[in-house]
């Protein structure tokens, strides 16, 4: 399975962007899909994942009430819509798909199988 990011931009604060993830070799069925960043000079962090069942949801308090992920079994494609950006949201987001991932692994990065090549996210000032 390969997954591919896309959407990523330059944006405002308080803009918005959809990022993209469209699944390549497989489909996101029966898989949880997830969300994570990884910002200039730190580590990658989870942002956010729904379990394969689509009846578990996990954000990053950070971006609690802004972002959205949602997932499109039939497009084997899974997006995340970010709203209000900031500026500490500039990173690298890398979507990600796993088949045994449970409900409270969903933000642990060790807990995915195929990851997509990062799409850049500039929020300016």
């Known amino acids: 399975v390969q997954l591919q990011a896309s959407g990523g931009g330059l944006v405002q604060a308080g803009g918005s962007l959809r990022l993209s993830c469209v699944a390549s070799g497989g489909s996101f069925t029966g898989y949880a899909v997830g969300w994570f960043r990884q910002a200039p000079g730190k580590g990658r962090d989870f942002v956010a994942a729904?379990?394969?069942?689509?009846?578990?949801?996990r954000y990053a308090e950070s971006v609690k009430g802004r972002f959205t992920i949602s997932r499109d079994n039939a497009k084997n494609t899974v997006y995340l819509q970010m709203n209000c950006l900031r500026p500490e949201d500039t990173a690298v987001y890398y979507c990600?798909?796993?088949?045994?991932?449970?409900?409270?692994?969903?933000?642990?990065?060790?807990?995915?199988?195929?990851w997509g090549q990062g799409t850049l996210v500039t929020v300016s000032s």
């Open positions: 729904l379990h394969r069942t689509g009846n578990g949801v």
């Open positions: 990600a798909s796993g088949r045994s991932v449970i409900l409270r692994n969903l933000g642990s990065q060790t807990a995915y199988d195929y």
